[in-house]
């Protein structure tokens, strides 16, 4: 099993700025990218950034030139820095990775808790 642990989540005024950070543990034997998912109210929960192992991301049109995503896959984390939120950025953000546990095992999908951001005046 394969656990991920979200931190960084919280109240902000629009045009502010919020790290998410997502630590994996568990039997990881390779994470081949991990990325942030979000979903508000009443909505389908929709990609926001990911990044493999190779450093390839790719973004939601909505967040493009305010997020950044980048990684540390020696040390199983991954970093979301948004900047120039929006109220419509409003959601619950969960950490995905798409982990090998084993060298026989092809890569899985986890998720973590979630974590509420608020962007609000």
């Known amino acids: 099993q394969v656990r991920l642990v979200e931190s960084g989540g919280g109240l902000v005024q629009p045009g502010g700025s919020l790290r998410l950070s997502c630590a994996a543990s568990g039997s990881i034997f390779e994470i081949n990218a991990m990325g942030w998912y979000r979903q508000a109210p009443g909505k389908e929960r929709e990609l926001v950034a990911t990044?493999?192992?190779?450093?390839?991301?790719n973004f939601a049109d909505s967040v493009k030139g305010r997020f950044t995503i980048s990684r540390d896959f020696a040390k199983d984390t991954v970093t979301l820095q948004m900047n120039s939120l929006k109220p419509e950025d409003t959601a619950v953000y969960y950490c995905?990775?798409?982990?090998?546990?084993?060298?026989?095992?092809?890569?899985?999908?986890?998720w973590g808790q979630g974590t509420q951001v608020t962007v609000s005046s």
């Open positions: 995905n990775a798409k982990v090998q546990t084993g060298l026989w095992v092809s890569p899985n999908d986890y």
């Open positions: 990044i493999t192992g190779r450093g390839t991301t």
